[in-house]
Structures are given as structure tokens and as C-alpha cells.
């Protein structure tokens, strides 16, 4: 599955227009050039994450320092990340700015992904959390922009999902 650098590239590039200088990750097969590329900008701090939930953790205490974040995860993540984005985020009003790879939506072909994809958007909803779904290159800069500024601006949680038609480079046959 080619992931593409080039919409890897808009996005993290809209992350550092937000001054985020903080990310949050664990190993993910679609964002796996936005995590490379927050590891060699020495301008960034990488935090590397044993479970999604701990990024909740670190995006509160980047947020009480002062300090702009983002958490990536797959959609999958979410599922693990709820308790805390309830019980930390929402309660404690955190504005947390969170990409998320949308796996198991429309055009997906891995049956154990289908799942995830099939509850992601009824649960954002569910709580209450606003969400883009980014499908384009040409949206990528506004829509991560405006999800930080409404997250920072209602200290809340916002979603940003991923979709297959950003995040892939489809092969062309020879």
C-alpha cells in the first residue's frame, strides 16, 4: 500500500503553520511518513506512545505549558482513547487536536479494519466532538488550521480523519 509522501508532506507542513510543536504517535501504516517526519525536525518533539490514551495525557500537559500539540492515530486508536478523552479532555475542557487515519471506510479491503470504520463517525458524534473529513490535498492546510483554531478557541476536542483518498498513491499499471 503506497502511502503518499506528497499529502504526508501538506499535512505536516500544516501542523508546523499551526506552530504544533508537539506530536503524539504510535506506529501507523498511513502515517508512518508524518511520524518519520516529526522525528527529524528538531524543532518538533516526537512522543512516542505505548497506547493512544497516553497521548491525551501529553496533549493536557502541552496544552498547561503552553505548548500547541497534536495526537495521530488510527481510528482504531480512538476506540482505546475514549475514557480519557472524556474524563481528561472533555472535563477539564483540553483542546485536543487529534489525526486520525480513517482505516476501515469506504473502499477499505482488510475485513479486521471494517469495524473501526464502521463506528468512528457515530462516536465522534456521540461525543460530541466536531469533526473534518479531509479527502483532498487542496483542503489539507485550511481544514487542519480551522480544527485548530476551533479546538484551541472552544478548548475541545476536534477530529480531523484521514480518508484513503488523501492518505494513498494509488499504483499506476505499466
Do not use: F
Amino acid at each position: 500500500m503506497p502511502v503518499s509522501v506528497d499529502a504526508s508532506r501538506r499535512i505536516y507542513a500544516a501542523l508546523k503553520a499551526c506552530d504544533v510543536r508537539v506530536i503524539s504517535a504510535l506506529p501507523e501504516t498511513w502515517l508512518v511518513h508524518l511520524i518519520r517526519m516529526a522525528e527529524e525536525d528538531p524543532a518538533m518533539t516526537l512522543v512516542r506512545l505505548a497506547k493512544e490514551e497516553e497521548g491525551v495525557g501529553i496533549s493536557a500537559g502541552a496544552h498547561l505549558a503552553g505548548v500547541s500539540s497534536a495526537m495521530l492515530m488510527q481510528n482504531h486508536g480512538l476506540l482505546a482513547a475514549v475514557n480519557p478523552i472524556v474524563s481528561l479532555a472533555l472535563l477539564y475542557k483540553i483542546p485536543l487536536l487529534m489525526l486520525i487515519s480513517y482505516r476501515g471506510h469506504m473502499g477499505e479491503r482488510d475485513p479486521w479494519q471494517t469495524q473501526g470504520g464502521l463506528v468512528t463517525e457515530p462516536l465522534l458524534s456521540a461525543l460530541g466532538v466536531p469533526t473534518w473529513t479531509l479527502r483532498a490535498d487542496d483542503d489539507v492546510t485550511r481544514r487542519i488550521r480551522d480544527a485548530q483554531t476551533l479546538a484551541h478557541a472552544a478548548l475541545h476536542p476536534v477530529a480531523v480523519l484521514l480518508t484513503r483518498d488523501l492518505m494513498w498513491e494509488e499504483a499506476t499499471p505499466s
